[in-house]
């Protein structure tokens, strides 16, 4: 050993003892460490993510004025029904056919008397209305309808018009009712006295209303009461 590395030797040996000597500490510095950052959370991309649903978007609905209409002009259309469905006449058709029915007004008919009109199969039809009721339709004039039917009341929109008066040997009371000025329907009420009491309601087209009304009074002038026994078909 060299006497410089002896000389170094002795030098940490001395520097040791004085250290641990009575009333000397070792004070060991430990240089600071650096801190790191924290880790910050991964923020959910979407709420898909999450496992939650996303809300829905509801799409507001367009008020009368942002689609440029005015409330007081917005108006509602009413959609007709199609007309009656109406076979075609069979070859060999009777010139006349009957029509029986129950009167509407049973309080003032007989007990078991009905209703008898009298048609032309190749003008009209019995058919069945959106009711279900049997009624005769035109075969020619689409919305014709001649209807069982008994007084009632109309809405305030409807205004009447009435009178009486003889159709054939019957005389009926006859009441036209309109809306807004147009003719929609025609009720015609009479009998026979002490026999039979009914009403019958003529629906018009608004293209044709007078020539259904000629047609159909036709029909209604051949009212009469037959009794049970002779009902056809046999109800």
């Known amino acids: 050993m060299t ?4 000389t170094l030797l002795l030098t940490l040996i001395v520097a040791w003892l004085t250290a641990c000597s009575p009333g000397n500490s070792l004070v060991v510095t430990v240089p600071p460490q650096t801190e790191e950052p924290p880790v910050l959370a991964t923020p959910v991309a979407s ?21 440029g209409i005015e ?10 029904l199609p007309p009656l469905e109406v076979a075609p006449p ?22 078991d008397t009905y209703f008898r009109l009298s048609y032309n199969p190749y003008l009209w039809a019995q058919t069945e209305d959106q009711f ?19 007084g009632r009341g ?9 009178e009486t008066r003889l159709i054939g040997p019957i005389e009926y009371e006859i009441n036209r009712a309109y809306k807004d000025d147009v ?9 026979i006295p002490a026999e039979i009491y009914t009403g019958f309601q003529v629906s018009v087209p608004p293209e044709q209303p007078e020539a259904c009304l000629q047609a159909a009074e036709t029909v209604l002038a051949t009212l009469r009461a037959v009794p049970l026994a002779q009902v056809t078909p046999a109800p």
Request: proline share 12%.
């Open 47 to 67: 709420a898909e993510a999450e496992n939650v649903e996303p809300p829905t978007q509801v799409t507001p609905v367009a008020s009368a004025e942002a689609a």
């Open 90 to 111: 069979e070859p060999n058709l009777p010139p006349i056919e009957n029509w029986d029915g129950l009167p509407t007004y049973l309080a003032e008919s007989a007990p």
């Open 183 to 191: 003719l929609e329907f025609v009720s015609y009420y009479g009998g």
């Open 132 to 150: 279900g009721q049997i009624v005769l339709a035109h075969r020619e004039i689409a919305y014709c309808v001649i209807a069982p039917t008994v």
């Open 71 to 80: 409330r007081s002009t917005a108006v509602i259309t009413e959609t007709p």
């Open 3 to 6: 006497c410089l590395n002896r």
């Open 154 to 162: 109309l809405p305030m929109s409807f205004n009447t018009e009435r």
